[in-house]
Structures are given as C-alpha cells and as structure tokens.
C-alpha cells in the first residue's frame, strides 16, 4: 500500500512540474481606429502576452502592480460588475477583464468608475505600448 501512495504522489508532482503558471488576468480593449482592439494576457510568471503574441518578460515592478491590480480587482470581478458605457466618441475604449474571481467590464465613459478600474486600464495602456510596442 505504501508504494501505491509514493507512485501516487511522484505521478501528481511529475504533472505539477513544468505545468504553465496562472494567468492573473486577461484584458479585450476595444474602440475605434487603429490599434484600439487589444487582447492582453498578464500571466503569474511574469510575462504578457499581446494580441496572441509569443509572451514577453515583465520587469518586476510590473508583475507586482499587475498582482497588486488582480488582488484590488478581485471583488469586483466575483459580483461580476459591468459598468454601462457613457457617452462614447473615437478615443473612448470599452473593457472586459476575466480574472480568477470572475469579470469585470467597462468603458472610459462610464460613469462611477471605481479607482481600480482606471489603474486597469492605464496599465493596460501602459503595457500595450512601452512593453509589446503597439501605437495604443
């Protein structure tokens, strides 16, 4: 019986090894005009991936905002809080994040934006265009 335990475990710890890390969450930008729609993967082992690219490494003071933005995210998304878009026009861009707790989705017009909210899409900004080198 001991064996069977041991090849149990050495079997479950040989699936958990090279097994890909988490993602902390995943961002759709969409707008207007070129370069609006944007796909951003921010995965737990410090990589982003853009619009279906090969990952790119994050330097370390962005993979600790990104965990700190997931964590500060995390309510929000379990209610699974959907802010309805204001009063749009070409620079405005529309949101949905899925996290682990849930999603969130929301639009730079919407009215009440949490903090949070604004600091997800700054960072997504951010990202989009000092790390994967796209215009927006």
Known sequence: MRKKSWLLLAALASTACGSPSADLFSVQRSGVGEGARLTLVV???GTVRCNDSAPIALDAKRLLEARELSRQLAK????GLELPAGRADETTFSYRAELADGRIAFAD???????TFNDLAGFTRA???QVCNLRR
């Open 76 to 79: 929000q998304a379990a209610l």
């Open 127 to 129: 990202v989009s265009r």
């Open 43 to 45: 995965s737990d082992d």
């Open 109 to 115: 017009s919407s009215r009440g934006l949490p903090p």
